[in-house]
């Protein structure tokens, strides 16, 4: 960016914060001198709240942690015994009170996501629990809402197509709205920090823990991307955050059960993986959130780069210049613990660079191993005094210092409106990839093929969605006009269930299959071939990664959906249909299944009609 809009971008800045204070705009030029005696004014009051903490509170200040309930006070009995067994607490109230935390993370599995209005119950409860506290500041609630096949919050909230999925839509002012639209719903039920956007890239078919959550392979369009998203939460009052830095997309390894190695060099980090991160510092990313990956050629002493200083300071503050909030991955994960002890890594961890250390696996450990870091000297209360710092600037900015609480009619107002699920359903529409359309075969005719029988994978829903997968599809093609009946054949179907697709294909005009991470042995591919082997028009949907084509060369009609959420599958067969036609291009290239070298369908690939 070139000085002199810097200089603009600063002062705009400026006057648009004086507003927001209630103030009058400084004119052009003053405003970069405004916001830094604002920033400087916030920062004393902020650093007097500090000077008033206990160390216990400081401590408290740099953890985010999970707890089960859909209630502050009043959990089910089943979660209350989790909450015990796990954490030593039987409630989120009781956690905030011996711990006090400054942070917790929803997750639907700790059953803190049933619905929105009681997500925005929790969340107030949260909140007039922590303020009743002695020096009782609001908490920072967080959670993963990627969208597509990450997210926290189901329907009724508005769910939207993931990152590989926008990517392929490439469009930055529908990942922009798809952002704001997100980030509106969480801030209406009382999280304000949201672990998204993925700023990965995506250069590896065989990453099993980024794929579809990454908006592609090419650095330069996630960073785009990514740059928008951020501007959408952040515009809705959300806090984005981008992850997983230094860069999570060339691995064979799911850091959540091992300690993935990145061999790039320098200069292929600096190519491959930095430039969405690059992106969205420029853009004002509120957080940027650490990977459990070794990066070698970053730092040669073998640590995850959550544990780096070289990689966090270093690179992150000192090169790059960032001086927001950095949040580590889960510390529960395999990757941070591959190494050290649990005592060991939240210390690390702070050492190098971090500011919030997310839900580590025994909290009472990895709390009392920090207060213990600075009372034995190996961490100063200053080190923590400037994490907290960063920590109490994002709650001011995000308004929780002034009111943290939300109300019903807030919820009622924004969280699932039809505007925003059109919205939804307009977008996932532009992302639907046409791959492969042999013979015309698409858009198919409900005149000529009455009767679809629609077979496939159906995994579990990634995000509280209706599902199953199959379901979904064979009633979307039945509001459109067809006669349509689901057959769940799964991601390993057997003989049997093989032998039962193919007879009942036999009474078909033709047969939808949703495929799911296809292999060379996967018995999809069987599967397929059979039904192909029918002489029934066979339509093939990849309900995940858009690789599967490569495995399935026979099909004469191939598209990718990238994610097996509703909005998507259900965008996915108004195109199948011709309601719309496909607009998608692929944001990662296809390489054929028996020779990785050769490139069968290439970055920017789609057909349309």
């Known amino acids: 960016m070139h000085t002199s809009r810097r200089t603009l971008l600063a002062a705009t800045a400026g006057a648009a914060a004086a507003v927001a204070a209630g103030g009058t705009p400084a004119m052009a030029g003053d405003g970069a001198t405004v916001k830094h005696e604002d920033t400087r004014h916030e920062d004393k009051r902020l650093r007097a709240l500090i000077s008033r903490m206990t160390l216990e509170e400081k401590v408290g200040q740099l953890f985010v942690m999970r707890v089960y309930g859909h209630s502050a006070t009043e959990p089910d009995q089943s979660d209350i015994d989790a909450n015990l067994t796990e954490i030593g607490v039987r409630t989120a109230a009781e956690l905030i ?24 119950d929790l969340s107030n409860g949260i909140q007039k629990a922590s303020l ?4 009782g500041l609001p908490v920072l609630i ?21 990152a590989m999925a926008l990517g392929a839509g490439g469009s930055r002012t529908d990942a922009r709205t798809a952002g704001r639209i997100g980030g509106a719903e969480l801030r209406a039920m009382g999280i304000r920090q949201d672990y998204a956007p993925v700023a990965d890239v995506n250069v590896n078919p065989a990453n099993p823990v980024i794929g579809v959550r990454s908006f592609g392979a090419d650095p330069e369009a996630v960073a785009g991307l990514v740059a928008a ?39 292929q980090w600096a190519e491959l993986d930095a430039p969405p991160f690059r992106a969205a510092i420029a853009a004002g990313i509120d957080s940027i959130m650490t990977a459990h990956i070794m990066v070698p050629a970053l730092d040669p002493a073998g640590d995850p780069a959550t544990l780096s200083r070289p990689i966090l300071t270093g690179i992150l503050r000192e090169r790059l210049g960032y001086d927001g909030v950095v949040v580590t991955d889960s510390l529960g994960m395999e990757g941070v613990r591959t190494k050290y002890g649990d005592d ?3 210390v690390l961890a702070l050492k190098a660079g971090v500011d919030q250390l997310l839900n580590p696996p025994k909290l009472d450990v990895a709390w009392n191993a920090v207060l213990q870091a600075v009372r034995g000297g190996e961490l100063t209360e200053s080190r923590l005094d400037e994490s907290i710092l960063r920590v109490l600037r994002l709650k001011a900015k995000l308004g929780l210092l002034k009111d943290p609480y939300v109300t019903g009619r807030g919820v009622d107002r924004t969280v699932g409106t039809p505007s925003h699920l059109k919205s939804a359903d307009r977008i996932a529409e532009r992302t639907t990839t046409l791959l492969v359309n042999s013979g015309r075969l698409l858009p198919l005719s409900r005149r000529t093929h009455t009767k679809v029988l629609v077979v496939g994978a159906d995994p579990a829903s990634p995000s509280g969605t209706t599902g199953p997968p199959t379901t979904v599809l064979a009633d979307a093609l039945n509001e459109l006009g067809f006669s349509a009946t689901a057959l769940s054949t799964g991601t390993a179907p057997s003989a049997a269930t093989v032998a039962k697709a193919v007879a009942a294909a036999q009474d078909a005009d033709a047969v939808l299959v949703g495929t799911y991470n296809v292999t060379a042995s996967s018995s999809q591919r069987t599967l397929v071939g059979q039904l192909l082997a029918t002489g029934r028009p066979v339509i093939a949907l990849a309900i995940r990664n858009p690789y599967d084509v490569a495995q399935l060369p026979g099909v004469k009609a191939y598209l990718a959906a990238y994610s097996w959420t509703d909005v998507e599958l259900r965008a996915a067969v108004r195109v199948v249909a011709g309601q719309v036609g496909p607009t998608g291009k692929l944001p990662v290239p296809v390489q054929r299944a028996d020779d990785p070298a050769h490139v069968l369908y290439p970055v920017g690939h789609g057909l349309t009609y």
């Open 229 to 267: 998203q951020v501007k959408g939460y952040q515009g809705a009052g959300a806090a984005a955050t981008s992850k997983h830095f230094p860069g999570h997309g060339d691995t064979e390894t799911d850091s959540h059960y091992g300690f993935p190695v990145i061999e790039h060099t320098e200069a």
């Open 142 to 162: 967080s959670t993963d809402q990627e969208h597509g096949i990450v997210a926290r919050v189901g329907t009724p909230a508005t769910l939207f197509p993931g």
């Open 344 to 346: 060991r890594v939240p």
């Open 97 to 120: 009170a011996k711990y006090r935390v400054g942070g917790i993370i929803y997750f639907g599995w700790a059953h803190n996501t049933r619905e929105p209005h009681q997500i925005a």
């Open 132 to 135: 009743a506290q002695p020096r």
